[in-house]
């Protein structure tokens, strides 16, 4: 997709990279249609409020969910947190919190409570404190007594009746997380300590914890009076190299819908903070991406993030009457769509008939809805529904789902009669999405980058003190530490010539006279 409308002609490039940037900014929370052909709406949920921008362990950035495409009868849940990970932001590394439940929540009747809840705890181990490192040597399995700062946890299904819990079992208990992926020197086969988090549950299922890469895309770039007030700043995935906390779930598809007669489920994920006083409390909250960025003003996004799905009728108006359409009028002239916008109403809230309304006299509520009984297709396209892929998005939401330029055409009106091919010139994430579970693409490493200046892989940098440092190779008899040891030397002449001098300097101060 390129910035241009393909189907209405030339002349029309302002408006295109204008709407996807403000949708990427935090577009509209849903689309919805009277056919087959919903609208959608949406995007990422990175530092979406004030109060949980300033707690990003407990931010959940984006939620996905899918039926797996290489075990149909199974749905993954993919929920990601800690937005705009910096690779090598050592030496502390990014964890989950200790003092959180991260829930995965179910809806399978359509009354907008709880009939499943997948929780997730979480608990860190630190082996050395005495140093400040994350590991303390080459680390080559998740039991690597170098791995010095660890984490596992704990998940339960929880199940519900009406809101109340019915009971709650232990599905599996102290699962590893992976890492983040310090980089080569550290962990030189990441590959191998991903698939070592990867845990089969007794009913064929799955759950993995642990760093990704983000697989969001988009131009943030909105931010800034809507792409430099001149549309100067476009077509740049702004998350491209950063990180997030991945939990991914795999789960057969009649664990989590009410029967194969109705196969559509809600899904949405929330944040539990513990208090001093030992109470939990919900900070986060994301069903479909964006809605709290740019659908709710900043009077609401707070009130969101702590709310549950059976009282979003408070939110409704900020979906039948959104600001963003009329930002964008007033900038750029473009004419907002009619008000009210029910087109916009019912995935926001109810689903799509035909495609994934839960029941016919579903509860409105935002969340995430997927149609379980829809098989993955062998090619998926991009823009899912409205490209007449009905195994993407609104329909859950694929990794590889562009809910950027899905959401620009739905908010600029698509649905209603103004055809367009909007598009933010970012189509797809800069890295391949994996085949299997968990499905996100690895994490970029720490050490990413050019080398030192003068030096090829594999080579070590030569100082200026010559060949004091020696290549990072053991041979008979010699030790691995060569280099440290080396350098650490040459370290150490350096100073003690710098101070000796400074000395001397500082003695001769001393006896000038004045």
Known sequence: MTPLFSRSGTGRKGLVTLISGALAAGGLAAAGVATLEPGVASASSH???????????????DLYAFVSPDKPDTTTIVSDYIPFEEPAGGPNFYQFADDAQYDIHIDNNGDAKD??????????????????????????SLNDPDLNVTQSYDLDLIKLKNGRQQYRTRAASNVPVAPSDVG????????KLRSQAIYKTSNGGATFAGQADDPFFADLRVFDLLYGGNLSEVGRDTLKGYNVNTIALQVPNDLIRQSAKRPTVGIYATTQRRNAQGYYSQVSRLGNPLVNEVVNP??????????????????????????LPKLIEAIYKIKAPKEPRNDLVSVFLTGVKDLNQEQPYATPSEML????????????????VLDGDNAGFPNGRRLSDDVIDEALQVVEGELVGSKNDLGDAVDKNDKSFEKYFPYVAEPTAGSRGALAKGTTSGTDVKSQLGDALQPATSSAGGSDNTVLIAGSAASGAAGILLIGTALAWWRRRMQRSY
Not at 301 to 323: I, R, W
Request: proline share 8%; hydrophobic share 25%.
């Open 47 to 61: 530092r979406e409020a004030p109060l949980i921008s300033g707690t990003p362990q407990y931010d959940n950035t």
């Open 115 to 140: 009939d499943l809840i997948f929780r997730y705890t979480f608990k860190t181990k630190i082996k050395n404190k005495n140093t400040f490192l994350y590991n303390t040597g080459v680390v080559d």
């Open 298 to 323: 900043q009077k609401d996004k707070d009130k969101f993030n702590a709310s549950q799905p059976k009282d979003d009728g408070q939110f409704l108006k900020n979906v039948t009457n959104p600001e």
């Open 369 to 384: 809805r997927l149609n379980t009984s829809i098989k993955p297709t062998a090619k998926p396209k991009r823009l899912g």
């Open 184 to 191: 080569k020197a550290s962990m030189p086969d990441y590959a």
